[in-house]
């Protein structure tokens, strides 16, 4: 674990954008429904009662932050987290949710 202070700039406004993506109720609702496993835009949406289209937007967006990948098969598109790292993330923060209870 790096213990250092974050004094570069830029790596700090690189770690403020990321942590955005889990201040965004849908988009952390969509992470927490990657964590049962791979699943498509449409599987999503019913899951989470949200459009397809606003699905996707969120998806866009968690995906160009690195936090989900996606998988094509033939004319399917399945997305998953990008790795074990995001579903530790989000532990660790309902760990600490969970202490201050």
């Known amino acids: ?14 770690l403020a954008d990321f942590f955005k993506n889990f201040g965004d109720t849908s988009r952390l609702r969509i ?23 606003a699905v996707s937007h969120q998806l866009k967006t968690l995906k160009s932050s690195k936090l989900v990948k996606r998988r094509q ?13 995001v579903k530790g993330i989000i532990d660790y923060a309902l760990l600490h949710i969970m202490e201050e209870v």
């Open 31 to 53: 992470l927490n429904e990657l964590i049962k496993g791979e699943a498509s835009v449409n599987t999503i949406a019913e899951e989470l009662n949200m459009s397809q289209s």
């Open 73 to 85: 098969d033939g004319k399917n598109v399945f997305y998953s987290l990008d790795d074990e790292h």
């Open 1 to 14: 674990m790096n213990n250092k202070r974050i004094d570069d700039e830029e790596l700090v406004a690189l």
